[in-house]
């Protein structure tokens, strides 16, 4: 069989890296170096002969007539030709343009295509590097690709709607993703160029080797199916010297024509006094790219670097094969290992070995669970593993895409992470419950068995939980069987506007704060900076927001009567801070006034959407957010506690049916008022309850009285709870409530809500009226103010901390809910 074969040449290969190893790489005693994809390590006799050759020659500078010039001269022209030769180029086809590294290339092509009458567009691949993604930024027009859509446009759409143009075209991808080491097709170099669009339009293609020539060998021999430039960077080959090239096929020279610039060494005569002229290189197209002084000593490195690379490691292909053998160890070694629960260690974001014959390249992105489920972060692991002598890499390693793909990042979640202070390299890199970046490991030509196993045997050691752990929701025996549900879920993205509410099955984030998304935005009188309300403007409750996460966005329509100049919906980023990121809303900072508090919310400066609100409500007002995480005036904390008929009805009592609790006694509790806790810009709590059993016992005494029944909406409540199917609901028994279970988050009351005649507005229709209110005056007032409804908070569990569920706490619609009273004790219902 061909894999025993293979592994039996792997091991004796290993074998004669171990021999070498210790003499060769001196700097790798005492050092697993899992870095490669970053770069690959030098070896000793690349050092010595390099030194050697410096020694014994004398090099000057190249291009002129003494003989230490020549000197240089042809061995940079000797080594340009062995550059070409170890892709398997024909010199009469290609030319090597010596370059920085691979970045430097891909910037020599964007310069050039910048320069084109027309410009260019520009479509790249997902798994594109940073250095990949700027270009977009000079093209007239851009768009990122993933596969399928790769696959679509070689089938023959356009990527650009508009194809009628004949401007020309680049697309650029990577040979191999630098994030996780999926390779991509080096047939889509040839095949884009006989795709539909290329009938109308030049389409040059950018391959991206830096990564897949590190352990691999690309092989350029036919002409005709090559990528028109493709760039590398030698270090990440031989470790040394840090060269880059940039390879160009002859035949899209032409792309360079217009290229401005010029620099010494490019030109064969220039005229500056008077006359401005000047007559560039024609010859090789790299005479006329290679601005300035050539890096002579690297390139002459470089010559040494492939002799000695040759002499250790024999082809490249056996490098392949070596890296493959240890990089699927290395993947079924971390895939393997398991928690005592059965769980996985590991998510590992790289193609499995077995799906992709050759299709991925020796590197192994993944991320660590615990037992429980909640993810470990990347610092902690880069710590330890500094510690213990690994070196790996964490974090975005310059791959957006690649990374938004594998970790499920939605665009806006980026940008949010972004603007709650996250940066490539920061200590909080969990967010929102997800990873922001991931762990990786690649291995290389010097690589060993040894160098992996250690490495799967240092996260079985550190990371896996080997002791079972009880599972939060039986952890607790306060509580038993449920006699609640949540009925349904509704935040309030704008203040004192309609709702959203959350669809059925949908996880629902709860902050610290409050539900994700609720009031974070709110409307603000343009003149006295106060923060608009629906006592004032009853027709806020027809302007509905919506929650698009597929798009990034917060619609808003408006249900009423809008004039003809008004759009029917306006949306705006759901990324916060869209200043920071280009997009047309400029906001900025003024201080504004809600509940009489003083606070700095970001108003938008966009006439369009200020415009909008303004005509709708009558009112000259501007749309503002105030985000989560503020500071001084950019925070709000919680006013709700608890109420003095509250704490006299939360001793146990057995409750009948329809009956309020029993007035009020005791003292207020002190020690409720002096937890901080954040809110954004809701009233008063984090989080708003109400109890359909208190819903209906109100409209069944507005009944009696003559009155027309309410809608649950009227309370504008976030959580509101049903009773389970035949259970019968005390009214108001969550006035006696002190903490609830939602699914297996704890929550804590924070007191019962006090009610204005903001209740009695229809939300359906935005008009007043006198229920619920003048009922609620007469049977829910207790020492002159009337409460309905309870606020709350989350609050972490201290038996679940570490898990996936307190990481990230969710509620959806249906869970079950359990109260407990003071004491633990219980109230049958
Ligand atoms: C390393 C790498 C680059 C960037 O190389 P530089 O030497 O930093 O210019 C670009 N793309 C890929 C796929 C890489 O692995």
Not at 100 to 128: C, M, W
Not at 333 to 352: K, M
Not at 412 to 417: D, F, V
């Amino acid at each position: 069989m061909t894999s025993t074969r293979r592994e039996g040449h792997s091991a004796g290969y290993n074998g004669a890296v171990e021999r070498f190893r210790d003499d060769e790489y001196p700097m790798l005693r005492g050092a697993v170096y899992l870095d490669h994809a970053g770069t690959t390590l030098y070896c000793k006799s690349l050092m010595e002969r390099f030194t050697r050759d410096m020694m014994s020659n004398l090099f000057g500078n190249p291009h002129s007539a003494s003989a230490s010039s020549q000197l240089s001269t042809s061995r940079v022209e000797d080594t340009r030709l062995r550059v070409l030769q170890f892709f398997n180029a024909d010199p009469d086809e290609f030319d090597v343009v010596f370059v920085a590294n691979a970045t430097s290339g891909i910037k020599l092509v964007t310069e050039a295509l910048r320069s084109l009458p027309a410009g260019f567009d520009y479509v790249y691949h997902q798994s594109s590097h940073t250095s990949l993604i700027g270009v977009r930024e000079e093209a007239r027009n851009s768009i990122c690709l993933d596969d399928p859509q790769v696959e679509g446009w070689l089938k023959g759409r356009d990527p650009f709607s508009d194809d009628s143009d004949d401007r020309p075209l680049l697309f650029a991808y990577p040979a191999q993703s630098n994030m996780d080491g999926q390779r991509y097709p080096l047939r889509w170099a040839d095949q884009v160029r006989h795709a539909g669009s290329s009938r109308t339009r030049r389409t040059y293609t950018l391959l991206d080797a830096a990564a897949f020539v590190s352990s691999s060998p690309l092989d350029l021999s036919r002409v005709e199916t090559a990528p028109d430039f493709v760039v590398l960077s030698f270090y990440k080959i031989f470790g040394f010297p840090d060269l880059g090239a940039l390879l160009v096929r002859r035949e899209a020279e032409d792309a360079f024509s217009s290229r401005k610039y010029f620099g010494g060494g490019t030109v064969d005569m220039v005229v500056c006094v008077k006359e401005q002229w000047h007559a560039p290189k024609s010859q090789f197209l790299h005479e006329r790219l290679e601005d300035g002084t050539l890096a002579i000593h690297s390139i002459i490195a470089l010559d040494a670097a492939m002799d000695a690379h040759q002499q250790l490691f024999g082809s490249m292909a056996d490098i392949a094969a070596h890296t493959a053998f240890l990089s699927q160890r290395l993947y079924y070694g971390l895939q393997s290992l398991r928690h005592g629960n059965g769980e996985p260690v590991c998510t590992i974001y790289s193609p499995s070995p077995e799906r992709c014959s050759g299709g991925a390249g020796p590197v192994v992105a993944f991320n660590i669970r615990n037992g429980p489920g909640a993810w470990i972060s990347l610092s902690e692991v880069e710590k330890l593993a500094n510690l213990k002598g690994f070196h790996i890499r964490t974090g975005g390693v310059c791959n957006p895409g690649g990374i938004s793909a594998a970790l499920r990042l939605e665009p806006w979640e980026m940008k949010r992470n972004f603007s709650s202070g996250f940066r490539c390299g920061t200590e909080n890199d969990i967010i929102a419950g997800k990873p922001t970046g991931v762990i990786r490991a690649s291995v290389g030509a010097m690589s060993t068995v040894s160098d992996v196993d250690s490495f799967t045997e240092f996260i079985r050691e550190f990371y896996v939980d080997d002791k079972l752990p009880p599972t939060p929701l039986e952890a607790t025996p306060k509580l038993q069987l449920a006699s609640l549900r949540v009925h349904s879920i509704c935040v309030y993205p704008i203040k004192s506007c309609g709702g959203f509410e959350v669809p059925g099955g949908v996880d629902w984030e709860v902050r610290p704060e409050g539900l994700a998304w609720d009031r974070e935005w709110c409307l603000v009188h343009q003149g006295s900076g106060q923060v608009l309300n629906q006592k004032r403007y009853p027709r806020m409750s027809l302007i509905r927001p919506f929650l698009d996460f597929e798009h990034g966005q917060l619609r808003v329509r408006y249900t009423g009567y809008t004039p003809a100049d008004v759009p029917r919906e306006l949306s705006v980023p759901l990324s916060q801070n869209p200043a920071v990121f280009r997009s047309s809303d400029t906001t900025r900072s003024r201080s504004s006034r809600v509940c009489g508090e003083e606070i700095i919310a970001k108003a938008y400066a966009s006439p369009e959407v200020n415009g909008f609100f303004s005509t709708i409500l009558g009112v000259s007002c501007a749309l503002a957010r105030f985000p989560a995480g503020g500071q001084g005036k950019g925070m709000r904390h919680a006013k709700a506690h608890l109420q003095k008929h509250q704490i006299a009805a939360s001793a146990p009592t057995v409750s009948i049916p329809g009956a309020f609790p029993a007035p009020p006694s005791p003292p207020d509790s002190d020690s409720e008022k002096a937890i901080e806790r954040r809110i954004l810009l809701s009233n008063e709590s984090p989080i708003l309850a109400i109890s359909m059993a208190s819903v209906d016992a109100l409209n069944r005494e507005i009944k009696r009285n003559g009155g027309r029944e309410v809608s649950a909406a009227v309370f504008r409540a976030n959580v509101v709870l049903s009773p389970r199917l035949s259970q019968k609901q005390t009214p108001y028994v969550e006035d006696t409530w002190t903490s609830l279970r939602i699914g297996s988050h704890d929550f804590r009351m924070l007191g019962a809500c006090r009610r204005c005649h903001m209740v009695c507005i229809n939300q359906e229709t935005a008009e007043k009226n006198e229920e619920p209110f003048v009922t609620l005056s007469k049977t829910r007032r207790f020492e002159g103010k009337v409460f309905f409804g309870t606020h709350m908070c989350y609050n972490p569990n201290e038996d679940a901390m570490g898990t996936k569920h307190a990481q990230f706490p969710i509620i959806r619609v249906g869970d079950e809910v359990q109260p407990a009273w003071t004491c633990g004790e219980e109230l049958s219902c």
